[in-house]
């Protein structure tokens, strides 16, 4: 299991997602598991999450995308901000 500080930090708020990377999971799987995907490459798939070592969260994202996942962490309010900018923008 991951410890905080040896996964690698997101700051949210100054970092853009490109859209394919965002349809590759449903918004209400990002909501309800509490994890974004901001990059994706060579079949691996970067989500950023407040809690790194929700293995349950992170085993849901490997099964709805096939992908590898790597997890990088980001601040609690800010991931919530990202979510709503993203998935639910009304």
Partial sequence: ???????????????????????LLPGEVALRHRVLPVNAEDGTLVVAMADPSNLFAVDTVKERTGMSVEVCLAETRALRRAIDRYYFPN
């Fill in 1 to 23: 299991m991951p410890r905080k500080q040896d996964v690698p930090t997101i700051n949210l708020d100054e970092f853009t997602i490109a859209r394919e990377v965002l349809d």
